[in-house]
């Protein structure tokens, strides 16, 4: 038997050690928590994305009673692109989660489902999506949606 480790690189900032284009992508993803739909969760995610060609878009989760049909806010945000600006890469995706009003301590992080699916946009446009995972004080930053999902699975 062989035993194989899998080390993803986390950047960890504060806020203001962040390039002025990024803390602007997560003043908005923050400013996209506004527009959640989440009376069942409580739990306020916003994402922002910024384009290659400079554009910037939303999403916020949109919850519904039946579950399944609601939506998170990292595809809310990356469905919009892929709709509007379908050749156009993501170069950088931010997110962000408010609970009782506050922004949540710990960075927010993307489901199973919302990593796949920033995967497929990363393959497809064939450079790396560059993430920024916000907390409170604390952001992450990865340069690639592959540290988010090791083993992952591809068709390409
Ligand atoms: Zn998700």
């Known amino acids: 038997m062989k035993e194989k480790n899998v080390v993803t690189k986390i950047q960890v900032y504060s806020y203001t050690e962040l390039t002025d284009d990024d803390k602007k992508l997560v003043d908005l993803a923050k400013e996209a928590t506004n527009a959640s739909y989440a009376p069942y969760s409580h739990f306020h995610v916003g994402a922002a994305l910024r384009l290659e060609n400079g554009v910037m878009i939303k999403g916020a989760n949109q919850e519904n009673a039946a579950f ?52 497929e946009f990363e393959t497809r446009a064939g450079k790396p999506m560059q993430v920024l995972l916000a907390g409170r004080d604390t952001i992450y930053r990865l340069q690639s949606v592959k540290d988010l999902l090791p083993l992952s699975f591809t068709e390409f």
């Open 68 to 119: 399944p049909a609601g939506l998170c806010a990292e595809r809310s945000a990356c469905f919009n692109a892929g709709s509007n600006y379908p050749d156009v890469p993501i170069e950088t995706i931010a997110v962000i989660a408010v609970q009782n009003g506050e922004v949540v301590e710990d960075p927010c992080s993307p489901c199973g489902v919302c990593r796949q699916a920033l995967l």
